[in-house]
Each structure stands twice: as structure tokens, then as C-alpha cells.
């Protein structure tokens, strides 16, 4: 039933507790703000990308102590009808160190107490590797750990693990959806935080599984701590003012590791993040501090983990004195060179290794897995899916090595079955103290590996469209062509019919000029390869079993990939949390030809902006 805004603004004050997001609605209200009001009140945050992510503030659709605690009960009354014996296996809470994530934690705790629930709890500070180590070291039932990674200050998260220490994925996802709809009443005493830390049902693990995964990490990692320890590599650190630092010590030193030089205005967790821009390395700017202490002190080596310490960031210093930020795709490709050689050095057969990489990821993995003979697969965008895939692969008695996605994002060990940063952090370190003892760089080992599969560069990137009907036409034209009046300037198109869909399939022969050879789209349901072989202004038709796609279909997000025959590799997308078009770009030249791999990424990054999109006309 259809609400007016001033009613729900009243089922909103008759619900809510928190004196401060009360004060937010009642001040709108009095404003008579309508349109703040409906964004604010009239949808629920939505529960995907392995749970919730919004900014603080009061309303049904943003992260507040309201919208916490119906997750919380919603969460808990799915995982007690999903999972056998959950109460008494119970749930792993942790958090971060934003605004409010502590308060939230305690909230979510007091929503399983209150559902007969054990809890594992970290009450201070942590990172979010913590939570799914914990969830598989216990067997719990599930875990929640409260944390927007790099988000903006304003932000908050929800992030939920389930029972095999995996992020949640569908069809899972969903039914906690359901249950959170079906479980808003709250009680009195869901507002409760105070107390919880000392329920006879708590139980506080930091010490006893901090203790347990540093010994997992260096146990399963750490090469040679005696000669880690005799290294004379001097590398700065910094924390981006989130968790990390205490925890990045402890990581080194039980690799045998000698510790960073810190940069001393970004160690300690501070929310708002004050010296940068935005607290995600990857950013442009985001590591200047670092480099200003490096350059200061004449360390050639800079290293970061984001706020929640889960991702991990390098630049290394050039022989010319510039900085070299490697992309989380030559991060990958140079921790799966590094974890293969460590895995022949434990006697471990190639063909025993599987590595797995995102679909948006390089294909340098792949190349790698083909000549070395070890075992990859690729998944869509997300850890929630490629840790589920290496724990398949992990079933079939193969060693589950190496999975990474190109935001930076790495997982080196199956003793947590996400992106670790810490654990990057330690295996990096250890792989440049080997390097320098030799003589060689960062940068040269990864030009190693160029020399070995080819040279890979890409151009990731994103164009901002807050509307989403353009966005809808602008893959439309994509898929279908441009409307009658528009054909004169347009690309040859591929005319693929489907009578089982009534509809016919337009995608573009070429992009940049280079002939597309396959297509894959995640949104329409359809993937084929060799269609270049098609002959040109031929209708072909085609059933749904001839180009059903391998991966997972869904008409509610737009996803699709094109491969060229020059090497090329695009992939756009929607964002899940953002209203973002975003691509991904990459060219291979398999004889190590830098300069034409750069232009023909030029040229297709071009065709992206001109043909594709059409930035410019859009608006974009």
C-alpha cells in the first residue's frame, strides 16, 4: 500500500530509538523536505553484493541502528531455519573502525542473543580477513562484519559470510532478503547494546584466533624466516588511517620480516580519513604521503592496505625516480608467478595448483595456467564467487593457491576464503627481500613474466550516469543497433535472430576497427565465439542452447563482453552500488610488442567513449 511521505515519517518516529537519526527525520519533517524525505524513507536498502553498503544517516534506505537491526533479525531467523545446529554453532561479529561500526556490531550481536544464539565476538578493532578466518576455524554458523572497506567516511556495511567461511552468494543472498522483509518487528530490547560484551553467550575470540591466523599465514607461507630476517629491503607502509597497522607488524614479524617505516600521519585509525582525498589506494594521489616519506628517507618501496586492511597496494621506485603504482593486475600476475614457484618448492605438481581470477581480470592467468599446465577457471565479478569456485576445485583434491581480482584484491591461502591484504602484504614483502638479495626489482620480475606470456595492458575506467533509463538505451544500442535515423554513421552490426525470444541481436563486427571474434552477454543470455566467421549482412539464427552462456544470467544488472582478434578484451558493466558504467580493457601482444599493444588500447578505449557509449552526445 502506496504511503504518503508524512505517514511513513510518522512510522518511522514510532519505530526508531536513536535520538540523533530521530532528530534528522523530525528536522526534514518540520522543513516540510519531501524529496529528502522519499529518498530517505520510501525504499529499503536493498540486501546483494554479499549485504548491505549505504551511508549513515536516518531512513529505511540508508545504514542506521533501524536498519541493522531488521538485517540482524532477518539474518538470524534465515541462517537458524537454513543452517543445522546454528544457535549452537553460533555467529562471528566483528568490526571496523568507522563511525558507528562499533555500535552496529553490538546491535547485530544483540539480534542473535535474542534468537538463542552463541556469539564470537571481536569487540575492538579489527579487519575483515578476521571474520571469515574465524567463521571456518569455528564451524559457525555464519558471520557479520561491519565495515565499508574504502568507502567514503559516511559510509557504512554489512557484510555477511556463510557457514563455509565464503561471502554470501545466490541464491542465498535472496532468501535473507525475504527473511529481513519478513522479520521488521522489533522488541525493546533490540535497541539493548549495552551488556552485550558480558552475556554469559559471548565469547571473546580476538586473542585465541589472531593467534591462529598468524600462525595459519606464516605457517602455510612464510618461506625462510631466517633469511627474511637478514634482508636489508626498507619498504614504507601505510594503513590509509583504517585498521591495518598493528595487525601488518604482527603478520611481518611472523614472517621473520624486519617492519616497515611508517607514515607516521596515517597510522592511527582515524574515520574521517583526513589526508586523503579518498581512502582507497588505488585512487590517484591516494599514496602521495607515502611516497613523500619514501622519497624522504630513500626507501624504493611503498606499500598499503585499504581502511579494513582486505585489499593491498604497491609502487616501487623506478632507476629514472619515478614511481611505478602497479595495478591490481600486475599485482596478480606477480603473487601467481610467486605462489607457483613456492608451491613446486613444496612438491606440489602443476597440474595439483588451481588459481582463479575474476572475469573482468586479466587473462595473463590464464595464459599462465595454459603454458605452466596448472588448473584456472575465471568467475564473475566478486570473492563471493571465486572463493565458492576454488572450494569446488578444493573438493576435487587440487591445491587451492592463488585467486585475485583487479581492484586489488588478493587471496593467497585458503585459511581465509577472501581478499586478505595482510596476508599480501607479508607475501609480497617476502617475494621483493628475495628479489633484492638477487639484485633485481619488483618491476623486472614482472618483466619476466611478460617476456615469458606475452605483454598484457589494460585500461579499466567508468563513466558516471545517475540516470538509468539512459543507461538502459545506451546497452540497448549496444545489443540492438541504433534507432532507423541513426544506421547512416553506425558500425557494421552482427544480426544474431532468436525466434525462441523473438528478438534479434545486433552487437557490433567490430570496435576500434579490430574484428570481434566473441561475444558474451550475462544480461540477454548469450555467448559465441568465432563470430567474426559469420558472413557479413547474413542473418544467422540461432536456438538458446547453440549460445546459452557457461556463467549465470540476469536481467536485472547489464554485463557484457566482446573479445577482438588483435588481443583485445572489453568488458562493460553496471555497478551493483554505484551509478557507474564502468569498463574493462585489455589488450595482450603475445611478442612483447609494448608500442602497438598501446595503440590498439587506445584506440578501443576511444571506441568505448565514441562508438559504444557515445559519451559525448550522452552527456557522460
Known amino acids: ?362 587473462r595473463m592467468l590464464s595464459v599462465m595456467a595454459q603454458t605452466e599446465g596448472f588448473r584456472y577457471t575465471d568467475t564473475l565479478t566478486g570473492f563471493k564467487y571465486m572463493a565458492n569456485e576454488l572450494l569446488i576445485l578444493q573438493r576435487q583434491g587440487l591445491f587451492v593457491g592463488f585467486g585475485y581480482e583487479e581492484a586489488i584484491g588478493y587471496m593467497i591461502h585458503d585459511h581465509v576464503l577472501d581478499k586478505d591484504g595482510v596476508t599480501a602484504l607479508a607475501v609480497f614483502v617476502q617475494l621483493a627481500a628475495q628479489l633484492h638479495a638477487q639484485g633485481k626489482s619488483v618491476a623486472e620480475y614482472l618483466e619476466d613474466q611478460y617476456a615469458r606470456y606475452g605483454y598484457f595492458v589494460s585500461a579499466n575506467s567508468y563513466f558516471v550516469c545517475p540516470d538509468p533509463v539512459k543507461t538502459a538505451h545506451i546497452f540497448s544500442r549496444i545489443r540492438y543497433g541504433p534507432s532507423e535515423e541513426q544506421t547512416s554513421a553506425d558500425v557494421q552490426r552482427f544480426e544474431f535472430v532468436r525466434s525462441e525470444y523473438g528478438d534479434t541481436l545486433r552487437y557490433p563486427r567490430t570496435i576500434g576497427g579490430f574484428p570481434v571474434s566473441y561475444i558474451r552477454d550475462l544480461t540477454t543470455g548469450f555467448e559465441m565465439r568465432d563470430v567474426d566467421k559469420v558472413p557479413a549482412e547474413t542473418p544467422l539464427k540461432v536456438t538458446l542452447d547453440e549460445c546459452r552462456p557457461t556463467f549465470p544470467v540476469s536481467g536485472s544488472s547489464h554485463m557484457v563482453t566482446f573479445e577482438t582478434r588483435n588481443g583485445g578484451r572489453l568488458t562493460m558493466r553496471t555497478s551493483g552500488t554505484e551509478p557507474k558504467l564502468k569498463y574493462y580493457l585489455e589488450v595482450r601482444n603475445q611478442d612483447n610488442d609494448r608500442a602497438a599493444a598501446a595503440r590498439d588500447l587506445e584506440a578501443m578505449v576511444n571506441a568505448v567513449a565514441c562508438e559504444l557509449v557515445q559519451a559525448t552526445k550522452n552527456g557522460l
Open 1 to 362: 500500500m502506496f504511503l504518503p511521505i508524512a505517514r511513513l515519517a510518522e512510522r518511522w518516529l514510532s519505530e526508531d530509538k536513536d535520538p540523533e537519526t530521530r532528530g534528522q527525520i523530525e528536522s526534514l519533517l518540520a522543513a516540510n523536505d519531501e524529496d529528502t524525505l522519499e529518498k530517505l524513507l520510501r525504499n529499503r536498502i536493498e540486501f546483494g553484493t554479499a549485504g548491505l553498503r549505504a551511508r549513515m544517516e536516518a531512513g529505511y534506505s540508508r545504514l542506521n541502528r533501524l536498519t541493522v537491526i531488521t538485517a540482524s533479525q532477518g539474518l538470524a531467523a534465515y541462517v537458524a531455519k537454513a543452517v543445522g545446529g546454528a544457535q549452537q554453532r553460533g555467529v562471528v561479529v566483528g568490526h571496523d573502525h568507522r563511525h558507528n561500526s562499533a555500535a552496529f556490531a553490538r546491535l547485530t550481536a544483540r539480534a542473535f542473543l535474542d534468537r538463542g544464539f552463541h556469539v564470537y565476538l571481536y569487540p575492538g578493532l579489527g579487519l575483515t580477513p578476521e571474520v571469515p578466518f574465524a567463521v571456518k576455524r569455528l564451524g559457525a554458523a555464519c558471520g557479520v562484519m561491519i565495515t565499508a572497506s574504502h568507502n567514503p567516511k559516511d559510509d557504512n556495511g554489512y557484510k555477511v559470510y556463510w557457514e563455509n567461511g565464503a561471502q554470501i552468494c545466490p541464491p542465498v543472498d535472496e532468501a535473507i532478503a525475504q527473511s529481513i522483509g519478513e522479520n521488521q518487528q522489533m522488541e525493546p530490547q533490540s535497541w539493548d547494546e549495552d551488556g552485550v560484551e558480558a552475556d554469559p553467550n559471548v565469547e571473546d575470540v580476538t586473542q585465541r584466533m589472531m593467534d591462529a591466523y598468524f600462525e595459519a599465514a606464516a605457517g602455510g607461507l612464510a618461506a625462510d624466516r631466517e633469511a627474511n630476517s637478514r634482508t636489508e629491503l626498507r619498504y614504507v607502509y601505510t594503513p590509509m588511517h583504517g585498521v591495518g597497522a598493528p595487525f601488518a607488524a604482527r603478520m611481518l614479524a611472523a614472517f621473520g620480516l624486519p617492519p616497515f617505516v611508517p607514515v607516521p600521519d596515517q597510522m592511527s585509525p582515524d574515520p574521517d580519513f583526513p589526508s586523503v582525498a579518498f581512502p582507497n589506494p588505488e585512487e590517484k594521489g591516494a599514496l602521495d604521503m607515502a611516497k613523500a616519506v619514501a622519497d624522504a628517507q630513500g626507501v624504493g618501496l611503498v606499500l598499503a592496505n585499504d581502511p579494513d586492511a582486505d585489499r593491498f597496494a604497491a609502487a616501487e621506485k623506478q632507476p629514472d625516480g619515478s614511481w611505478l603504482a602497479f595495478t591490481g593486475d600486475q599485482l596478480g600476475t606477480i603473487f601467481a608467478a610467486a605462489v607457483l614457484a613456492m608451491a613446486r618448492s613444496a612438491g606440489i605438481p602443476d597440474e595439483r595448483v588451481a588459481m582463479v581470477n575474476s572475469t573482468v581480470s586479466s
